[in-house]
């Protein structure tokens, strides 16, 4: 089946009805200009913010941001076939594209507001396909759950799901844009910093089966407290229909606020409470999950991991699956990366979770670290937590006294904020280094660790803590 494309007359209509559509440009001859009466048709199928990496027939998103505004790179997105949607201009007629080269059947929509306009796109886009839809949300192993998810349903058909981690108010729009009808359910991954974003984003994707995988300190700046948190992961399962289902972490806070939140049915699981009990075991890179008598390999270490996976299970059968497809799906996982990949670099064993960071996901990398098999010393390097607000300090010292206590041999910090780790783990007996950069960081590694050593690489996104592990391995390889 060819790919539908939403209809350029259809999404102008749609911005209008939002009150969002300013004017539209058209090609008339190949050179933009406005349209003498109705919006001509052509259209587009799925939409993208970077226009080097649009596919063909894509909308190009052409927003202003920090490094560099989309709508410079409009004109040659418009010559090569795209959609556009930007903003408008004080004077339409002085609307930079104007005038610009357009291929045939191709245009722009200006808006006062491009990103509201997105959402509105999705959101008629999402009305017009009836795909059953999860959605999954959580402080800690969203984005893993949805992986884990996407491969579970893909047992069962074509299985639509966030890219990467693209949850937010672009990244959820951009997936909603990429339904057609070959899909037979989809995943959508939601994070949040703040109350009312996830509402917002359940409003677009309208699921039917909610995920949350756990409540912990995180986004502290924006929502305040951990009971911020409960309430911001919480509005996922306010949203769901009364016929839907709720798949909640029983073990975790907020589980009591979530069941009263929902009018959808709730399938609770935990290790201590809960209708689904579950439990794992390490082995080699990965575990095996026991979860109501059944055994499931999991396929990424740590026993958060095994959480994921039973999150993952529960919603892929609240969708109707059954084992057998189930498990098919399972076989043909992959991760996203830098979340849990085990690598070999130099013969040392590295853990790469270097995507993200907060306190809990920190402490449980590191537990999963030390349950990998090996002989050597286990070391973790760690950069920055971010967004922590007021509490940012004494977290970052708890975080250091916890790693003291869950085996590790020797904490390397990278970058002056991540220092107050290494502060509480030597306070606490533990042995540690600091670098100044991932530069340093990664020769310490290349100079201080051996062959057999396992090695975890972490910290939040700002931390570009990937970096180290490229270094190290470039190192490696010249050595």
């Known amino acids: 089946m060819s790919v539908p494309r939403y209809d350029a007359t259809l999404a102008a209509a749609d911005l209008e009805a939002a009150g969002l559509l300013d004017r539209v440009l058209v090609a008339h001859h190949g050179v933009l200009a406005p349209p003498d009466d109705a919006v001509p048709g052509g259209g587009f199928s799925g939409a993208g913010l970077d226009s080097r990496h649009l596919r063909p027939g894509q909308l190009f998103v052409a927003l202003a941001g920090a490094r560099a505004d989309g709508c410079d790179f409009a004109p040659a997105a418009l010559a090569a076939g795209h959609w556009i949607l930007t903003r408008t201009a004080d004077d339409p007629a002085q609307h930079p594209l104007m005038g610009s080269s357009a291929a045939p059947g191709t245009g722009t929509l200006l808006s006062p507001d491009p990103v509201a306009a997105l959402g509105c796109l999705a959101r008629c886009w999402r009305q017009r396909h009836d795909v059953p839809t999860v959605a999954v949300t959580g402080t800690n192993g969203k984005t893993t759950t949805k992986d884990f998810l996407a491969a579970l349903l893909g047992g069962a058909g074509s299985v639509l799901a966030t890219r990467g981690n693209l949850n937010n108010h672009l990244g959820v729009p951009l997936t909603l844009l990429s339904l057609t009808p070959d899909h037979s359910r989809a995943v959508v991954e939601m994070g949040a910093s703040a109350v009312g974003e996830i509402a917002a984003l359940a409003q677009l994707a309208r699921p039917s089966v909610g ?12 929502f305040g407290d951990l009971d911020g948190v409960i309430a911001g992961k919480g509005e996922l399962v306010a949203s769901l229909p009364a ?53 499931w390999a999991v396929p990424l270490p740590g026993e958060h991991n095994g959480a994921n996976l039973v999150a993952a299970i529960l919603a892929g059968q609240a969708l109707g699956l059954d084992e057998a497809e189930l498990r098919r799906g399972l076989a043909a996982f992959t991760a996203s990366p830098h979340r849990g990949l085990v690598l070999i670099v130099d013969g040392r064993t590295v853990l790469d979770d270097s995507y993200n960071a907060n306190p809990r996901s920190v402490v449980a990398a590191a537990r999963a670290l030390c349950a990998l098999a090996g002989d050597g010393r286990t070391v973790v390097v760690l950069g920055h937590m971010g967004e922590l607000g007021d509490e940012s300090v004494e977290i970052h010292l708890q975080t250091g006294r916890e790693l003291a206590t869950v085996g590790v041999d020797h904490l390397v910090t990278v970058g002056a904020p991540a220092r107050l780790m290494n502060e509480g783990f030597q306070a606490c007996g533990g042995e540690g280094s600091h670098c100044s950069d991932q530069d340093a960081a990664a020769a310490w590694l290349a100079a201080n660790t051996a062959a057999g050593d396992r090695v975890l690489v972490k910290g939040s996104r700002s931390a570009a803590m990937e970096t180290v592990i490229e270094s190290f391995a470039a190192i490696s390889g010249k050595s």
């Open 243 to 295: 016929h839907g289902t709720a798949v909640l972490n029983a073990d975790s806070p907020g589980f009591d606020t979530w069941c009263g939140l929902t009018s959808a049915r709730v399938v609770s699981w935990g290790q201590t409470r809960g209708e689904h009990r579950w439990s794992w075991r390490a082995t080699g890179r990965g575990g095996e999950l026991e979860l109501d008598g059944q055994t």
């Open 211 to 222: 995920v949350i995988t756990n409540a912990a300190p995180a986004h502290l700046a924006q």
